[in-house]
């Protein structure tokens, strides 16, 4: 699987749990799936997801949460299809950071779709943390976004829903097809000129 | 030739020049840069074509010697000034060049531009002379053919030859646009011509049924090709002419020689370096991101890159995440240095198909790599979480202390690792030894194991075959011993005669009287003696029987003598197959055994005993019927085996004990020589025990043929092997005597 359909980029701080997220998703919705890169490590995931009757191999990039490599992250989404952005609902600076990849993303990937993930469900669920991030932020926020998830990758609730709604979103999105076609097409007509331009030399 | 075409459009420049002076050329600009008197041209560089082509010359044997020699930061000298106060002088110059071509690109757009009209000839002149140059060699041809037919053997052949086209037309496009495009332009023009080919394969009627992944292979199979060839070409596509990638390379490679100090623990990966896996893991990785600068095209590139990081995967451990992967890469980065790593990174990034790059694993890990890389770049007191006293004191120092620890850690690895190399091999040998051991020990307890089995067998096969013999055999011989013993006699004695004619020609005679005395005092016992053999024939078949000495109850030189006839029973058995074959008829038909032959109780298996024994007398004596009575001596010779059953009575006072172990031959030699006794003793052994007693023999009967020539001729009559096997026993002791 050298090449995937879509390009898909996990963001956050450190231990939010984006590494548990992915290896979640991962291993355990389809065993049959990508087994090799289970030994390997989480960094890199690829896998085949169905959306719409087609299959498509979905690309996975972990990213490093560390602040230090803060400003390396914009390599990782360059070109990315879609961006999910996590934070740890019991962790106010988890989400402070979250702002920044957000501005960062709508200024520099227009076309990268972003979705918010609050992770760790299941100890807000059994109350064994306690809420840091108001809801209503949250859902301000989230209005200009494509979606937010609430997930446990303990219980793996919600980690199947929200990868399958980027997907179902990516192929839904025709204008990604369509800016690849035209693109093409775009680059035919330029090709042409070019070749106009420079037959000579 | 050269030299005339370079006048001619010098001359050329120089009347446009004066022409047209408001294209504003500066008469400097248009001189060779080497500072030769000559005109330069842009497409060369700005060179004059003589020096142009020294330069291009020298241009790429530096590059194939970087290439093959690899880190060429190593090779560089150490420069231990400070990399800013390199960069201040360095960099100036770099950056005059930079802009100085960047003005002839210019130059050369403008003043093509304006010539393209007015010089027609001129400009049909130059791909003219352009071509020879720019002529793709048919190594990229053949190596695409060749390539194609084992990867896509599935494809049409339009597809190969298309696919070759196109790679022809990139190659020279690139080439074309390379002078006159910045990288930035031909990056593109290089994607485009990928999305081209992308198109073109989704279009072409060839490619309907063909999967998604072979098309991904036949573009990455164009683009390694394509590339490979315009990579070796230097400053077309890795670090062109008009970047500052060179320079850049050389600041990284200062930048990471710095840094050596820089370990694991500044960067918080966790890592055991004592660990040998550990040290082994690191030293792929690096290896691997060293050869990244020897792969040709970016697909290469791409993949040495990935190999790289999925060991420093490895290394993190287990469930290694972006945040342990990211750490490490750097920490081998830094360890590694690769050369030419801007370059490479660059070329990648520029040249490499856009969509494989942006997705997929290989994409993700020249990312991390790219990370790595702009991480070292910017690295500063803070990213590496320590105090910046510290860390500009770790950064005035010297290159050469920290680059001692740092070489100090590459030995390190390599010792490392051949340590590791040895220690591994060292294992497998003595793996190897211990399976070799076990595979004796196997070997020796299936060999044990078969003996037991076989020696289980022989012994059923005795246990089974001895019962219907015995009954047999008993009944008729106590009835034959009164039966047959006249007859036997008969026959017996006249063979005795010729044996005592015989001896006189060559045995001394002395011997003789001993003999005759003896036989002929056993007329009388000899009966009994083959009735004697006659039972222990069975017995010794049998081996096991025991009822057998019951019924022959005779007194103990009864078995002494059984021991004697049952070796000359034995042979002829064995010698009994190809004797059937032969003359069974014959066999049958002498004399005595027609007399033999009215005993009514014997089993064929008897007769073929006793027969075999004599047959080989009586089978000469067929061959050459009349001869036996002329050349009495060969024919007592080969009768005096059969005598030997007899002697041993005879010769019980005096050699009981040797009589007892040895055949009729001993006592043959007994006869002849005592000298002679140790080639008899050869016999025996050989004789009783297994069936190669006539192979063993028969050897020894040709070497001693050759002096009795005589004996020779007349076994060559008989020819059969039985007569053979029987002759050399009593032969040798001849030619003992003779000798």
Redesign the interface.
């Known amino acids: 699987?050298?090449?995937?359909?879509?390009?898909i980029v996990l963001l956050g701080s450190?231990h939010v749990g984006?590494?548990s997220l992915?290896?979640r998703f991962v291993n355990c919705r389809f065993n049959s799936g990508t087994p090799y890169q289970n030994?390997?490590?989480?960094?890199?995931c690829?896998k085949q997801m169905q959306s719409h009757d087609r299959e498509f191999n979905v690309?996975i990039?972990?990213?490093?949460?560390?602040e230090?490599?803060e400003?390396?992250t914009r390599?990782?989404y360059?070109?990315a299809h879609a961006a999910i952005i996590c934070y740890d609902p019991a962790s106010l600076a988890s989400w402070t950071r979250l702002r920044h990849w957000l501005q960062e993303l709508r200024t520099v990937e227009e076309d990268c779709k972003v979705y918010l993930c609050g992770t760790k469900k299941d100890l807000l669920d059994t109350g064994t943390v306690q809420r840091e991030v108001p809801e209503d932020i949250i859902a301000t926020y989230s209005q200009g976004l494509h979606g937010h998830f609430l997930t446990s990758s303990k219980t793996g609730e919600n980690v199947d829903e929200l990868f399958q709604k980027i997907v179902d979103d990516c192929v839904k999105d025709l204008k990604v097809m369509k800016i690849v076609e035209e693109?093409?097409v775009q680059?035919?007509k330029?090709?042409n000129e070019?070749n106009k331009n420079?037959c000579?030399? | 030739m050269w030299y005339g075409h370079n006048l001619q459009r010098s001359y050329k420049y120089m009347i446009f020049a004066s022409k047209m002076p408001s294209l504003r050329i500066d008469q400097s600009d248009l001189k060779c840069k080497n500072g030769c008197d000559y005109f330069g041209n842009p497409q060369w560089q700005g060179y004059c074509s003589k020096c142009h082509r020294e330069q291009l010359q020298r241009q790429r044997r530096a590059e194939k010697a970087s290439s093959a020699t690899l880190p060429k930061p190593e090779k560089k000298k150490p420069e231990q000034i400070i990399k800013l106060a390199s960069h201040s002088s360095f960099s100036k110059f770099e950056e005059k060049r930079l802009r100085q071509s960047e003005t002839l690109k210019k130059a050369n757009l403008l003043k093509f531009s304006v010539f393209k009209k007015g010089s027609a000839d001129e400009h049909d002149h130059t791909p003219e002379r352009k071509l020879p140059e720019f002529k793709i060699p048919p190594q990229v041809n053949e190596g695409m053919k060749r390539e194609f037919r084992v990867r896509f053997s599935n494809l049409p052949p339009q597809v190969d030859r298309e696919s070759r086209v196109f790679v022809h037309n990139f190659v020279m496009d690139v080439i074309k646009c390379s002078n006159v495009m910045t990288v930035d332009e031909l990056s593109e023009r290089v994607q485009r011509h990928y999305q081209h080919f992308m198109k073109y394969m989704d279009t072409s009627p060839h490619f309907a049924n063909t999967e998604s992944e072979v098309k991904e292979q036949l573009i990455d199979f164009v683009e390694k090709h394509a590339m490979t060839y315009l990579h070796d070409l230097p400053g077309v596509v890795f670090s062109p002419a008009g970047t500052d990638d060179e320079r850049l390379d050389r600041a990284m490679s200062e930048r990471i020689q710095q840094l050596s100090w820089v370990g694991e623990r500044h960067l918080e990966c966790r890592l055991d370096r004592t660990d040998s896996r550990t040290g082994q893991l690191l030293y792929k990785a690096i290896s691997e991101l060293l050869a990244v600068d020897g792969a040709p095209g970016p697909g290469g590139k791409l993949a040495r890159v990935r190999r790289a990081c999925r060991h420093v995967l490895a290394l993190c451990g287990a469930p290694a995440s972006a945040d342990d992967l990211l750490p490490a890469l750097i920490f081998t980065v830094l360890k590694a240095n690769p050369p030419r790593l801007v370059s490479n990174i660059n070329f990648v990034t520029r040249f490499c198909n856009a969509q494989r790059l942006m997705t997929g694993e290989g994409g993700y890990y020249f990312t991390n790599l790219c990370c790595a890389v702009s991480f070292i770049e910017n690295l500063t007191a803070e990213s590496l979480n320590m105090d910046k006293k510290e860390f500009d004191c770790y950064m005035a120092m010297p290159a050469s202390i920290g680059g001692s620890t740092w070489a100090a850690a590459l030995s390190l690895c390599g010792a490392v690792r051949e340590a590791e190399e040895q220690r591994l091999q060292a294992e497998r040998l003595l793996e190897d030894v211990k399976t070799l051991r076990a595979n004796t020990i196997q070997l020796a307890t299936n060999a044990e194991t078969f003996e037991k089995e076989i020696a289980h067998k022989v012994q059923d096969v005795l246990a089974k075959t001895p019962l219907e013999i015995k009954p047999r055999r008993e009944p008729p011989k106590l009835s034959s011993l009164r039966n047959s013993t006249i007859p036997l006699i008969d026959l017996d004695t006249p063979v005795q005669t010729p044996v005592q004619i015989k001896p006189p020609e060559e045995i001394p005679q002395i011997q003789i009287p001993e003999i005759n005395p003896v036989e002929e005092t056993a007329t009388m016992t000899f009966d009994k003696t083959n009735d004697g053999e006659s039972t222990q024939n069975i017995i010794d078949f049998q081996s096991l029987d025991k009822p057998s000495p019951p019924k022959s109850p005779q007194n103990q030189p009864w078995e002494l003598k059984q021991t004697g006839s049952f070796e000359l029973l034995t042979p002829s058995p064995l010698g009994f197959i190809p004797f059937d074959s032969r003359s069974i008829d014959e066999v049958m038909t002498p004399d005595e055994f027609g007399s033999d032959h009215l005993a009514p109780g014997l089993s064929n298996i008897n007769y073929d005993i006793d027969l075999s024994d004599f047959s080989g007398d009586n089978s000469l004596a067929e061959d050459t019927p009349k001869e036996p009575k002329d050349p009495f001596s060969p024919d007592g010779i080969k009768k005096e085996p059969i005598f030997d059953p007899f002697q041993p009575q005879t010769s019980q006072s005096p050699y009981n004990t040797v009589l007892e172990k040895f055949d009729e031959f001993s006592l043959v030699d007994t006869k002849s020589n005592e000298i002679s006794e140790a080639f008899e003793v050869v016999h025996k052994t050989q004789n009783p025990s297994t069936v190669d007693f006539r192979p063993n023999t028969v050897p020894e009967s040709t070497d001693p043929f050759s002096p009795v020539q005589k004996e020779a001729s007349i076994l060559d009559d008989s020819g059969s092997p039985t007569a053979a096997s029987l002759l050399p026993s009593p032969l040798q002791p001849q030619t003992s005597k003779q000798s």
């Open positions: 699987m050298s090449r995937c359909d879509f390009k450190e984006k590494t992915v290896i030994t390997i490590g989480a960094a890199f690829a690309g990039w972990d990213t490093a949460g560390s230090r490599y400003a390396m390599m990782y360059r070109g693109a093409r680059l035919q330029e090709d070019k420079y000579y030399c």
